[in-house]
């Protein structure tokens, strides 16, 4: 297995969380690593997106102020630390490594290459 998320759970409005995925080390060399995520009945959409140089990070305006993603190469960790969390953040989420990526791809899922298994994060009400 070359990347595993986990961190998921039941949290309530307005709680926090931080998501992890850990990767092997040729994987995590990646040019980027994202999260994306999928709600039931849903496409899978972009959540964010950090470069293997850590100079930017990317994200979706639905969760832009909200979340954070970052990466620790040393560890080959990417995280995704969620503050503020709704209802409509309810879903599972992957994450995910791309070896080609440029910039102007990197919110499409066709762009990654290597995928892990999804979190399941639930906001209640």
């Known amino acids: 297995v070359q990347l595993q998320a986990f961190g998921g759970g039941v949290v309530q409005t307005g709680d926090s969380l931080r998501l992890s995925c850990a990767a092997s080390?040729?994987?995590?060399?990646?040019?980027?690593m994202g999260w994306f995520r999928q709600a039931p009945g849903k496409e899978r959409e972009f959540v964010a997106a950090?470069?293997?140089?850590?100079?930017?990070?990317y994200y979706a305006d639905s969760v832009k102020g909200r979340f954070t993603i970052s990466r620790d190469n040393g560890q080959n960790t990417l995280y995704l630390q969620m503050n503020s969390l709704k209802p409509e953040d309810t879903a599972a989420y992957y994450c995910?490594?791309?070896?080609?990526?440029?910039?102007?791809?990197?919110?499409?899922?066709?762009?990654?290459?290597?995928w892990g298994k999804g979190t399941l994060v639930t906001v209640s009400s």
């Open positions: 995910a490594a791309s070896t080609s990526a440029i910039l102007s791809s990197i919110r499409s899922s066709n762009a990654y290459s290597y």
């Open positions: 080390e040729r994987t995590f060399s990646a040019r980027y």
């Open positions: 950090i470069p293997w140089s850590r100079s930017s990070t």
